[in-house]
T-cell receptor, first 115, second 109 residues
Framework: DAGITQSPRYKITETGRQVTLMCHQT?????MFWYRQDLGHGLRLIYY???????DKGEVSDGYVVSRSKTENFPLTLESATRSQTSVYFC??????????????FGDGTRLSIL | GENVEQHPSTLSVQEGDSAVIKCTYS??????FPWYKQELGKRPQLIID?????GEKKDQRIAVTLNKTAKHFSLHITETQPEDSAVYFC????????FGSGTQLTVLP
C-alpha cells in the first residue's frame, strides 16, 4: 500500500543524538500510530494521534516525542537516542478510532540502529 | 491495561496440513481482534479480523474463532502452502491495539 510511507528506511546514529523518523499518509486517515518492534515483544505502541494537534502516549513513550501539525504527517523524534531504542519502527494509520474495528495499515518500517 | 498472550512462538507444519495459533486476552472490554501476517523484512499486513459480536469468521483458507467467555481467540489456516510461512501476530483492542508476541510459522514442502 503506497498510501503510507516512512523515511528513512534505515538509519544509524550514535547515542545522545537527536533523530527524527518521518511518516506520511495519503488516505486522509484521522488516526496515526507509532510502534516499535523488538524480538520477543511483538509490536508495542509508542504514541498515537486521533487528529491534527491531538496526540497521546502509548505503552512505551518515554524518550520519544511526536507532533502532528498536518493530518498527513506524524513524525517521531528521539530527543537523545539510547542503545535501548535500537529497533524497527512502524507507522500505521486508520480511518477511525482504534477500538472501532477500523483496520490499521502499516508502513514499511524504519530500521534504527544506535551505536 | 490489556495483555495478550500468543502460543506457540514457533510452529512447523507439513504442506497441506492445518495450522492453529491461539491467543488469550485479559481485558473483557476488548471488542476487536485482528490478525496480521508479517513476512521477513516486510510490514505487518492484516489478514483477517473479528468483532466481539461474532463467534467465527472465515476467508478462504483462513478462519478465526472467538470465545468471549474464555477470553481467547484462534487463527486457523487450512491446506497450508509454503507462502504461508511468516510471523503471525494477534491483537486485541478496546482503546488501542495490544499485540501478541508473534508466532513464526514454517510450512515445510
Amino acid at each position: 500500500d503506497a498510501g503510507i510511507t516512512q523515511s528513512p528506511r534505515y538509519k544509524i546514529t550514535e547515542t545522545g543524538r537527536q533523530v527524527t523518523l518521518m511518516c506520511h499518509q495519503t488516505w486522509s486517515h484521522s488516526y496515526m500510530f507509532w510502534y516499535r518492534q523488538d524480538l520477543g515483544h511483538g509490536l508495542r505502541l509508542i504514541y498515537y494521534s486521533a487528529a491534527a494537534d491531538i496526540t497521546d502516549k502509548g505503552e512505551v513513550s518515554d524518550g520519544y516525542v511526536v507532533s502532528r501539525s498536518k493530518t498527513e504527517n506524524f513524525p517521531l523524534t528521539l530527543e537523545s537516542a539510547t542503545r535501548s531504542q535500537t529497533s524497527v519502527y512502524f507507522c500505521a494509520s486508520s480511518r477511525h478510532g482504534t477500538g472501532s474495528d477500523q483496520p490499521q495499515h502499516f508502513g514499511d518500517g524504519t530500521r534504527l540502529s544506535i551505536l | 491495561g490489556e495483555n495478550v498472550e500468543q502460543h506457540p512462538s514457533t510452529l512447523s507444519v507439513q504442506e497441506g496440513d492445518s495450522a492453529v495459533i491461539k491467543c488469550t486476552y485479559s481485558d473483557s472490554a476488548s471488542n476487536y481482534f485482528p490478525w496480521y501476517k508479517q513476512e521477513l523484512g516486510k510490514r505487518p499486513q492484516l489478514i483477517i479480523d473479528i468483532r466481539s459480536n461474532v463467534g467465527e469468521k472465515k476467508d478462504q483458507r483462513i478462519a478465526v474463532t472467538l470465545n468471549k467467555t474464555a477470553k481467547h481467540f484462534s487463527l486457523h489456516i487450512t491446506e497450508t502452502q509454503p507462502e504461508d510461512s511468516a510471523v503471525y501476530f494477534c491483537a486485541a483492542s478496546e482503546e488501542q491495539l495490544t499485540f501478541g508476541s508473534g508466532t513464526q510459522l514454517t510450512v515445510l514442502p
